[in-house]
Every structure is written in C-alpha cells, then in structure tokens.
C-alpha cells in the first residue's frame, strides 16, 4: 500500500513519479559528494599534502633558482715565469673572475673536483693553453671570459661596436616557469592519490561492498569522487597562485576564470585516470604502485621542473600526447602569456580524451568487492 501512494503523492504535489526517481537519484550523488568532503577531517595529513606541500616545494625551489648575481669565474694558472703577470692582466680587464697561481698537479686536481672552473698554462712562446670539461656550463664560459680577457689585454679591438641591457623582468624567471608545473602536478597527484587510494583503501576494508545492497548507480559513485576534486582544486589554484604572487612578485597576465577551466578540465581528467587506476585494484601495494608507474614518466617528461624541450624531437609529440604536459603548457601559457582559453583548444581536448575514455572505462570495468 505504501509503495502504490508514493506516485499518487508525487502527483498531488505536482511532480510525477519520474522527477521523483530523478530528485532521489541526484540527493544521493549530493550526500556521496559531502561524505567525501568530510572524510578530509578525520585525516588531516591530507591537507598538509594536498595544500601545504605545494606551497613549501615552490618556496624552497624559488628560494634555491633565484635571481642572482653571477657566480665568480674561478681560474687556476699553473705556477712559471709569466704567471702572476697573467694573473693580474686578466684580473684587470674583468674583475669578476678570480685567479690562482698554483703548481700543476694543483690545477689538475681543482679542475676535476669541480674547485676551478679553467685551468691555464703558459706555453712558453708567449701563448696559453687552456683545460676546461665541455660538459659544464661554467668552465665554458669561464674559458670564454678569459681568453676575451687576455685577446682584449693584448690589443685585439672588436671590430663592432656593441652594448647590453640587463633584462630580469617577472615571466623570465625560474619561479615563473616552475609555479605553474607544480600547479598541474599537484593536481595530477592530489586526484590519482585522493581518488585511486581511497577507492582501494574502501574496498579493503570492505566498505564498497554495503553500497551493493543500494539502488546508487557506479556511474553516481564515481562521478561524486570526481566532484570532489572540483571543490579542492578551487582552492590549490587559490593557495599556489596566491603565494607565488604574494611572495615571489609573479606576474598573472590571463584571466583567473581561464586558469580555473582549465584547472577544473585538468583534475577530471586525472581523477579519470585514478578511477581507472583503481577500478580492479584489491591492495593498497598495488594501487600504489599502479599509481606510480601511471604518473612517473609524466614527473620526467611533461615539464614540471625542467622545459621537456630538452629530449630529443623524435619523443616531443609523445610528450606533448600526455595530459600532464597538456595541463602545463596550458596553464604556462594563459598565466605567463595571458592567452585567452580559444588558444587552448588542443590541449584542452588531450585532457578531454583521457579523462572522458578513463572515466567510461573506469565504470565499465569497475567492481565493488
């Protein structure tokens, strides 16, 4: 009797039994939304990871690749006749690098370990000859330096008249460069842990099997995980882009609703894949590592740290084919370009497919026990 009043009451009210079946439908996804919400009180770890961590990486990182003044050149000359005459000729045209005169062994010795960036030796007919490592950066242009010293020294004119303007403008910057690649990591790792491990860690302790028993849909469940993600990437937007504009100077050239957009189109797609990465998983073991071989080559690979320019070209566009590479050129480019969300139609539609094809799979392949 009470099963047959239910459609009579939904009638006399104004609303027919299929609105009802909807309103109940979408009330739980509501409730399954705010459980997980709240599931963040009862392990406040989590925040530390998911909101401090960020904010401590990018301030040690920014402290650490910092504008500076250039490093003092170190320059050994082995000892002889005309070494300290040396010493003080190159000193003269460019005091920024320091000069040694110490005995052979020394020199070699110092330039191995790193202690001097070019080691000298006079060849006796009144030239030099240099010992430098190819493979560091400062021991050539430690070389390039002195040798322009003691050209220039010995009457060598250049044959163009030049100048330089100093340029250290914010967008040039490590800082500038590294915030947005800790933006889109932090939302790779936040959804593939936060979704991933939690869906395993439930059906650990058994706990995915009492939502067998009701009518809730998977497609419901998993959406409702995803959603999640949403709310907590409004915040670490907020919190990382607040930071490094309040302690690093960083300059936003795009608008905050691109940069959200694309922030939100970036953690479904990678709560996506931790919903795919946990759809069968049964251990914490293998979840974790599951997660790690997914988002590795994306730590190496998709710029975070470093410009992915430097691999070779024939590997770029499977690198550019990776949704964390996506949501960082996507994010460099509206933060520190200011181009307008059109311009990010591609990238955009990277994270699209792999979070849209994770997401099907995940619920076609998922499984409760």
Known sequence: MAVSEQPVRAIETGGSPRQVRRNGRWSGYAHLLVARLLEMK???E????VFGFPILLALGLGIAFRNKPA?????AIVAGPAAQETAAMVQAKNPSI???????????????????????????????TYRYDPSRPESVL??????????????????????????????????????PGLLGMNLMNAAMWGLGFGIVDMRQRKLLKRFVA??????DF????????????????GLLLGFGVLAFHMRVLGSLWTILLVGMIGALSFGGLGLLTACR??????????????????????????????FPAVVQPLIKALPLTAMNDALRATILQGEPLRAQAVRLLVLGLWGGLSFVLAVKWFRWT
């Not at 989590?46 to 990871?49: D, G, K, L, P």
């Not at 490093?71 to 320059?75: H, P």
């Not at 010795?109 to 030099?128: N, V, W």
């Not at 995980?225 to 937007?237: G, N, P």
């Open 222 to 237: 998993l959406l409702a995980l995803m959603s999640s993600r949403l709310i907590l990437m409004l915040v670490e937007v």
């Open 142 to 179: 430690s070389h390039s330096e002195v040798d322009d010293a003691l050209q220039s020294a010995a009457g060598r004119k250049d044959p163009l008249p030049t100048s330089t303007v100093a340029s250290s403008e914010p967008g040039s910057r490590y800082i500038d460069f590294l915030i």
């Open 98 to 128: 320091h000069v040694q005169v110490v005995d052979s062994d020394a020199a070699e010795q110092g330039l191995r370990l790193g202690k001097y960036d070019l080691a000298m030796e006079s060849d006796g007919k009144g030239g030099y």
């Open 46 to 49: 989590v925040i530390f990871w």
């Open 214 to 219: 009701t009518p809730m849909r998977r497609s």
């Open 42 to 44: 009862r392990e406040p």
């Open 71 to 75: 490093d003092i050149t170190s320059v």
């Open 281 to 310: 998983a049964q251990k914490i073991e293998s979840i974790s590592g599951l997660i790690n071989v997914v988002m590795m080559p994306m730590w190496i690979f998709s710029g975070v740290f470093f410009s992915y320019e430097r």
